[in-house]
């Protein structure tokens, strides 16, 4: 099968010797090679150089310029980046050197560790130097990726020239990006359509006529409701989500199809805008032939030739033999090391749609987890309250797998729950507040056309010590930017605490009643914008 994805993100990174360029008087066809959210799965990124290969060989065989393009979540925390962390050397940041990407967009997975340690991974890159992007990012404030952009490491948008014709690139990161991340000082502009379209400009105004946004916005949804307010941009290419989109009309594979490769959607004046991305994790790569007249209208998608290819893995597979010595070897060395720490009678279900809209066998070992821990904590000291509510954030529960029953190792929980956080105690929670936190977390949820709850955000809460009943038919709790209330929302219907306390009965607050709750910092700090600093700060922070 073969399908074919694209998004770019980018900021104007223009060079003074290309700023020049004269209309073209021909068509132009390129080929864009393109992929999203690899986060850290690298133990078959071989096999997705041998595919990257491959398609780059073909294009020159056709006689067309290539470029390869990643629309972010470079990397993500677990056990490959801790055993980098251990080691001192990126494999990802090696694996994508070796890539020879021509750019990348930011996503919100890569500061997850912060801006010290993204300034380290993209310092660390030995063989290229490609053009991080996302347009509505501001680094001069951060003292660690400043100096990235005065490089030019760092940019809005960037140009690249391919068989003599210049293509802009510009990128976008989800606005989210502070509630979900660690951004550091990183100005997070919220008008993302005034940041594109600035880029737009800057573009055209340097004679470019050939513009690919590359956008982590975490779904194609957003994407393409970006797209009908934006003009001037060519082709989408999204990150942040998992839709399969496929010309195959026979594939029947593990993914559910959600469109053709690429989707075409119209702008804020009526032009085509294509849009494509990728399931991630290297399994597919994306391979779009675009054809362009003189004008920079894209004429052909050449959907008979365009498609994402699903990326083998066995043992017969072609394989780049490099990247295998140098990244894939030493960390199947590493995981080889693993150690049982448990035996599990049923399966566990961690994949991404599951995690984030239903309540499960994973989610609520791991809501008991933080509950336990916390009042194992709470009992040696007598000057903390002893939570008796737990809350665990769906985006905090990874892997995106399924794991069969049998044992479970320390990598595996380390792959499950890989963010570096602490456990954490926020004593008196009013009911109003613990109502508010629910609010947010179940704001997020819809149902599809079969009827199906589902969601792809992280704020879905798994709870521990208590049962909450919750209403779609409800109004959703929203925020602003900032993590403030606009909308409280009237979803939850009730909360009953293990021990029988209502905390919320018949939709209301109970008048004077207040819950120890238990956490992670992450949650208890704003993180996936729960409201609980409107409860205070936590009291204890622990390991």
């Not at 890569?110 to 347009?135: K, M």
């Not at 502009?189 to 956008?215: F, H, P, R, W, Y």
């Not at 970006?226 to 593990?254: E, K, M, P, R």
């Not at 609520?364 to 007598?382: G, R």
Request: hydrophobic share 40%; glycine share 10%.
């Amino acid at each position: 099968m073969r399908h074919v994805s694209l998004l770019i993100l980018g900021m104007s990174f223009i060079v003074a010797s290309v700023l020049a360029q004269t209309n073209p008087t021909t068509s132009f066809t390129i080929r864009v090679l393109h992929n999203n959210d690899g986060e850290s799965s690298l133990l078959n990124v071989d096999h997705f150089a041998a595919v990257l290969a491959d398609e780059r060989a073909a294009a020159e065989a056709d006689g067309i310029p290539s470029i390869m393009l990643s629309s972010g979540d470079n990397f993500l925390a677990g056990f490959v980046f801790n055993y980098s962390q251990q080691t001192g050397i990126y494999y990802d940041a090696m694996a994508l050197d070796r890539l020879n990407y021509d750019a990348l967009c930011l996503g919100n997975h890569d500061f997850d560790y912060g801006t010290e340690v993204l300034a380290d991974f993209i310092n660390s890159y030995e063989l290229t130097a490609p053009p991080y992007l996302s347009a509505n990012l501001d680094f001069s404030a951060d003292a660690n990726l400043a100096p990235l952009e005065t490089a030019g490491r760092l940019a809005a948008s960037t140009i690249l020239t391919k068989g003599g014709e210049q293509i802009g690139i510009i990128g976008l990161t989800t606005p989210e990006l502070p509630g979900i991340s660690s951004p550091g000082d990183v100005g997070v502009g919220q008008d993302v359509v005034a940041a594109v379209m600035n880029e737009v400009t800057a573009l055209e105004n340097a004679g470019v006529n050939k513009i690919i946004l590359v956008s982590h916005m975490q779904s194609v949804t957003t994407d393409v409701e970006l797209a009908s307010q934006l003009t001037g941009v060519d082709l989408i290419i999204a990150g942040g989500g998992d839709q399969l989109l496929t010309n195959d009309a026979n594939y029947n594979g593990t993914y559910e199809v959600y469109g053709e490769y690429p989707l075409t959607f119209t702008d804020a004046e009526g032009a085509p805008v294509y849009i494509v991305t990728t399931i991630g994790n290297y399994n597919f790569l994306g391979s779009l032939k675009l054809t362009f007249d003189a004008n920079g209208i894209i004429t052909s998608t050449h959907m008979e030739e365009s498609d994402v290819i699903e990326v083998p893995s066995g043992d017969n597979d072609p394989f780049d033999a490099d990247m295998y010595n140098d990244v894939v070897a030493p960390l199947e060395a590493a995981l080889g090391q693993e150690n049982v720490i448990a035996t599990t009678e049923i399966a566990w279900d961690v994949r991404k749609p599951v995690i984030r809209s239903h309540e499960n066998g994973i989610g609520s070992i791991v809501a008991d987890s933080y509950l336990t821990k916390a009042q194992e904590w709470a009992a040696t000291d007598a000057e903390v309250d002893m939570p008796v509510f737990g809350l665990a954030n769906g985006g905090g529960i990874r892997s995106n797998t399924i794991y069969g029953a049998g044992p479970i190792t320390d990598q595996d929980i380390q792959n499950i729950l890989p963010f570096p956080n602490y456990i954490a105690i926020m004593e008196d929670v009013p009911a109003e507040v613990v109502k508010r936190v629910l609010e947010n977390a179940y704001s997020q949820l819809t149902t599809n056309v079969n009827g199906e709850v589902v969601s792809d955000d992280g704020r879905f809460a798994h709870i521990s010590g208590g049962v909450v009943t919750y209403d779609l038919s409800g109004e959703a709790y929203t925020h602003d930017a900032s993590g403030a209330t606009i909308n409280p929302g009237s979803r939850i219907v009730s909360l009953v605490l293990s021990d029988g306390t209502l905390v919320v009965e018949n939709g209301m607050s109970v008048d004077g009643v207040t819950v120890d709750m238990a956490s992670v910092d992450f949650s208890m700090n704003g993180g996936d914008f729960y409201p609980f600093d409107q409860a205070g700060q936590p009291v204890l922070v622990s390991e």
